[in-house]
């Protein structure tokens, strides 16, 4: 299954694929242990797990970046290929 948008709607602020990639990884992480810590630590609860939207954790990590909620900043000596 893709996810929508794409990753050309994604990576549209400059930003390489896999910086964006790693960025909403991240933050689907995040979500993740927060849920966990929600949960109290129970990971068999975590199996088939759901953000309070009812969403997957990377399924929200893309719609939070896609509406800006948050945003990836790269470090600038990659670029340069130092």
Same mark, same amino acid.
């Given at each position: 299954?893709?996810?929508?948008?794409?990753?050309? /709607?994604?990576?549209?602020?400059?930003? *390489?694929?896999?910086?964006?990639?790693? &960025?909403?990884?991240?933050?689907?992480?995040?979500?993740? /242990?927060?849920?966990?810590?929600?949960?109290?630590?129970?990971? *068999?609860?975590?199996? /088939?797990?759901?953000?309070?939207? &009812?969403?997957?954790?990377?399924? =929200?990590? =893309? /719609?939070?970046?896609?509406?800006?909620?948050?945003?990836?900043?790269?470090?600038? *000596?990659?670029?340069? &290929?130092?």
């Amino acid at each position: 299954m893709m996810l929508r948008p794409s990753m050309n /709607d994604l990576a549209t602020r400059g930003e *390489s694929y896999y910086s964006v990639v790693v &960025g909403i990884a991240k933050r689907a992480r995040e979500i993740s /242990d927060e849920m966990l810590e929600k949960n109290k630590g129970d990971y *068999s609860r975590l199996s /088939d797990a759901k953000a309070p939207t &009812g969403e997957k954790p990377v399924r =929200v990590a =893309v /719609d939070e970046y896609a509406a800006r909620k948050f945003n990836i900043i790269e470090d600038p *000596s990659l670029k340069s &290929g130092v």
